[in-house]
């Protein structure tokens, strides 16, 4: 039987993306044309076209302002999980902060669901090595599994020598946490991203079907992800220099097309039921060093 995917949707609006940060203000979001309803509707129908169930990892912002839009996830069987509630930065937040801004999110989305949040995602996968607290964190506040680790060097994310694959991150006293981290192919000896969001609009999609179906060749899922306004062509633009144009504007009119690729492509369920089919997680701190003293760190 071939290895199923995970595929994901971080549910939030065009203006909430980190890129934009220092141009629009948060207290200005209210003022902000929003689409992420209609766009999510679409995602919605289109997973049920070609009868997918996705994990939707939801902007507490977003959920408390549009609760009907998470019970149509939920009704159409999708896995409703969090994305924290203001999209800060993990490293902008101290500790106490970060734990209220996603305690606030699950609040909201138990509230609404009536079931179990299982998963968190940070917003613009900023658990690094420097803000590692957050998986503590997460444990505290009850979360079976993280996906916000990306293997790569980047100017904002990575932890470049993480596992590729789901692992478990155990700290004694405090419980566990499954990673699963952003998905990659190894090209000589580097991890590249075959995740989704700006690399599947920008680079070509035969590459992102031939990664992922190495690493599915190897046994192993992947998980991929991408926002709603990334299908939606006509979002509202603003100025803010070429290079941040081009990673969120760039190629928006062939990004639904390539989800329906990927869809037609490979075998795709939500983070939730791709974890409960694999039994073993390889252990970070046992194969890490350096995180078994971040382990000891927290005891
Ligand atoms: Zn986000």
Redesign the pocket.
Known sequence: MRVRNAITV?V?DWF???LFRHHIRHSDWEKMESTVVENTVRIINLFSRYDVKATF?V?GWVAERYPELVIAMQEKGHEVAS??YG?QMVFEQTPDQFQDDVGRSIDLLEGITGEKVHGY????YTITRDTLWALEKLIELGIDYDSSIFPVRHDVYGVADAPRFPFKIEITAKGSIVEFPISTTKILGKNVPIAGGGYLRLWPYWFFKQGIRKVNSAGEPTIIYF?PWEIDPLIPRIDVGNMKHLRHYGNLALMEERIISLLKNFRFTTVWQVLQERREFQQWPQTKPEWNSYAKMLQ
């Open positions: 971080d939030e909430h993306v980190s990892f902007l994305h924290g999209h995602r940070a917003p613009s926002h």
